[in-house]
């Protein structure tokens, strides 16, 4: 599923339902959607995006951007040290060096547009 506003979804298939349902990922605000065709997930997530959206401008709350640039990362101390050694022999900070890391993963991952289902 493609990002719609800058939101992204979960999608999980209940199979004893016969029904899709997902949420927005990366906010803390719990905003969900459901339906029974691919069609009409796609349509669903579009419009929790958008009621989630009015909702807040109705309550005059900012919405929470699903994602801020900002990661938190803990790792073991020994892995700590050989990554700062990896980045120092490629004259880049760590910080860089594991975006750049992401970045490598993530390109042959799951593309914009495609999203894994869960069951």
Not at 25 to 43: K, M, N, P, S, W
Not at 81 to 108: F, G, P
Request: hydrophobic letters at 35%; glycine letters at 8%; proline letters at 3%.
């Amino acid at each position: 599923m493609k990002p719609y506003k800058g939101y992204v979804g979960t999608i999980e298939f209940d199979e004893e339902g016969l029904v899709f349902h997902g949420r927005l990922v990366g906010i803390r605000d719990i905003v969900t959607f459901e339906a029974e065709t691919a069609q009409g997930l796609v349509q669903a997530f579009r419009d929790s995006v958008d009621d989630y959206l009015e909702f807040c401008n109705q309550k005059s709350k900012e919405p929470q951007k699903p994602f801020s640039g900002h990661v938190s990362l803990r790792m073991d101390p020994e892995l700590h040290r050989r990554a700062v050694e990896a980045a120092a022999t490629q004259a880049k900070s760590l910080n860089q060096w594991i975006a750049d890391a992401i970045a490598d993963a993530t390109r042959n991952g799951t593309g914009e547009g495609q999203t894994r289902v869960a069951h």
